[in-house]
């Protein structure tokens, strides 16, 4: 399976152990141009990491933005636009995460959540819509990252999983809008993957939970993103993929 030439958008890439890192990687290994955003990464990260994916002998830009300004989106796109070309491409991978739970819910924590998590996948996606109606171009694809909050309980997470459901539910319907354009809306559960929010003893919690033997690990994220963005899931729209490893939740 190959992905054709294309330009693609990859929010939250801000190290090298977290899944828009992987994803960055894995479709630049495709002949993916790449132009991901991060916010408060290490001082050498993103020059580092371009390095690392024009080592595919594609090109790549980054772009440091705080999503939670109402702005961010219409800038992202723009400036995707003006240094690599008109993407193709969007995975809105970029999330806000604070523990809460309903004494600590409070205006500041929902709107915290909200700018990053609903809004600002939700201006993307409609922005990276009408930059790719003005174009001949085919095969968009946007993909939204979720994190299976419909399929149980994650306690202590009140305003991330409302925020993300909404993605949910947004896929779902910009799916059906925009299909007339070859523009294909998805949205992945990649499960619990062994990124920097992990510890041993999280590890040691969750691995019995997969009959598979072995946590998720970032790159099993990226294989699937990857096929997402391929013309090969052309078919494929409005749908939301747990991918999981068969994770047990009893």
């Known amino acids: 399976m190959k992905v054709e030439k294309k330009i693609a958008i990859v929010t939250g890439a801000c190290c090298g152990k ?31 990491f371009k390095e690392e994916l024009r080592g595919y002998g594609v090109s790549c830009k980054g772009f440091d933005i705080d999503l939670s ?42 709107d915290a959540h909200y700018t990053v998590n609903m809004r600002s996948a939700m201006l993307l996606s409609v922005e990276f819509v009408r930059k790719f109606e003005k174009t001949n171009l085919k095969n968009g694809r946007i993909i939204n990252m979720i994190s299976g909050q419909e399929l149980g309980p994650m306690l202590e997470e009140l305003a991330y999983v409302a925020t993300k459901g909404a993605i949910t539910a947004f896929t779902k319907t910009l799916s059906a809008e925009v299909a007339h354009l070859g523009i294909t809306v998805n949205a992945v559960n990649p499960g ?49 993929i747990h991918s999981e490893g068969g994770f047990l939740r009893s």
């Open 18 to 48: 977290g899944i828009g890192a992987a994803i960055c990687r894995k479709l630049a290994s495709q002949g993916v141009h790449i132009f991901f955003t991060h916010f408060q990464s290490e001082e050498r990260w993103p020059s580092t």
């Open 69 to 110: 300004d109402h702005t961010a989106s219409r800038l992202v796109i723009e400036a995707c636009t003006s240094q690599l070309g008109v993407p193709t491409i969007l995975v809105n991978n970029a999330a806000y995460s604070m523990r809460d739970g309903y004494g600590q819910l409070d205006a500041q924590t929902i």
């Open 192 to 240: 619990a993957t062994d990124t920097t929010w992990m510890n041993d003893e999280i590890r040691e919690h969750l691995l019995p939970k997969f009959p598979t033997g072995r946590i998720g690990q970032p790159e099993d994220a990226a294989k699937l993103i990857a096929f997402l963005a391929s013309n090969e899931s052309e078919w494929i729209t409005g749908q939301v």
